[in-house]
C-alpha cells in the first residue's frame, strides 16, 4: 500500500491528520510509510486534481472524493460523523484503508 499526504505550505491539519493516519495504521498492523507532498501553485493543483488540504490518497487514489470540487490551493473539509472537520476521523481512514468499519 502506497499513502501520500497532498498538502499547502503551513497547512493546519497536515500533522493532526498525519498522526492519526500513523495511529490507524498501527491499529491494522502496517508498517506503510506515509510520504508527503507539499503542493505550491495553482497549475499544480490542477494538473494533479488536488482539492484541498490535506488530501490523503491511497494508492493514487482519494477515498473521501468530492465530485465536481474544483482544484485548487484551499484548506479541506472532511464530512465526518461530529460534523465538518479538517481531517477524516479515525472509523474513516479505518474503512478507507480495510473497507470495514473498526470493532
Known amino acids: 500500500m ?6 499547502v505550505p503551513d497547512c493546519p491539519h497536515h500533522k493532526y491528520a498525519a498522526e492519526r493516519l500513523r495511529r490507524v ?7 506503510t510509510t506515509i ?34 470540487r474544483p482544484a485548487g490551493l484551499a484548506w479541506r473539509r472532511y ?11 479515525r472509523d474513516q481512514l479505518h474503512r478507507a484503508l480495510t473497507g470495514i468499519p473498526p470493532c
Do not use: C, Y
Open 25 to 31: 495504521l498501527e491499529d491494522i498492523g502496517s508498517s
Open 35 to 68: 510520504a508527503t507532498r507539499i503542493i505550491t501553485d495553482q497549475a499544480e493543483a490542477e494538473r494533479i486534481g488536488f482539492i484541498g488540504s490535506p488530501t490523503i490518497l491511497i494508492d493514487g487514489r482519494d477515498p473521501f472524493p468530492e465530485p465536481g
Open 79 to 89: 464530512q465526518t460523523p461530529d460534523g465538518p472537520a479538517g481531517f477524516p476521523s
Open 2 to 7: 502506497r499513502i501520500q499526504i497532498l498538502v
